[in-house]
């Protein structure tokens, strides 16, 4: 089998158990957003984005940061995956609590990847995340959208500092 068709039929299987999924209580919904995680940051499936959110969602991020929207979301992870192409990440934890509207989601994760490409920081470095060190926070507001679970308020944190390290050339003197 070619690399490609293990990568295509790896990013399917995902694809397929999102399709099969029943959501229907906290462990199922908490699930669905665990593979959509994957497929979106393992898979670059990245147009999955607008599947999880709402088109005017409110996602709030690290330093004071705000997206407006599935689509300003899908441009900020388009951003973070196009520099580390290799991108991975690993779900630690993530669980749901029922609400009268909908859930509460928590997803923690933990990112590893190497600065391939260009960043917002600049040119490409070669350097890695530190997966111990990467980590991405999420608190979510999650309703049933046109028959589809979409996040609906995010706060969300990155690594920043992990991150921007890796996307610099100077080393662990230019953190903030």
């Known amino acids: 089998m070619y690399r490609a068709d293990k ?11 999102i399709r099969n ?6 462990a199922s919904l908490a699930e669905y ?12 499936w990245i147009g999955s984005v607008y599947d999880i959110y709402a088109d005017n969602a409110e996602i709030y991020r690290e330093n004071g940061v705000f997206l407006n929207g599935a689509h300003e979301m899908m441009k900020d992870t388009l951003k973070l995956t196009s520099a580390f192409p290799d ?5 630690r934890d993530t669980f749901a609590v029922k609400t009268d509207e909908g859930y509460k989601l928590w997803r923690y ?16 470095t070669g350097k890695s995340l530190n997966a111990g060190a990467c ?19 995010e706060f969300t944190m990155y690594s920043i500092d992990e991150i921007r390290n ?4 100077g080393g662990e003197e230019e953190s903030v």
């Open 7 to 17: 990568l295509y039929n790896d990013m399917m299987a995902v694809d397929t158990a």
């Open 21 to 26: 999924l029943d959501v229907k209580d906290e």
């Open 33 to 44: 957003f665990r593979l959509y995680t994957e497929l979106i940051f393992n898979h670059k």
């Open 87 to 91: 991108m991975t990440v690993s779900m």
């Open 109 to 124: 994760y933990t990112m590893e990847g190497t600065n391939k490409t260009y960043s917002v920081y600049g040119a490409a």
């Open 135 to 153: 980590i991405a926070m999420s608190m979510a507001t999650v309703r049933l959208i046109g028959g589809r679970w979409q996040i609906v308020k």
């Open 166 to 169: 890796a996307c610099t050339a």
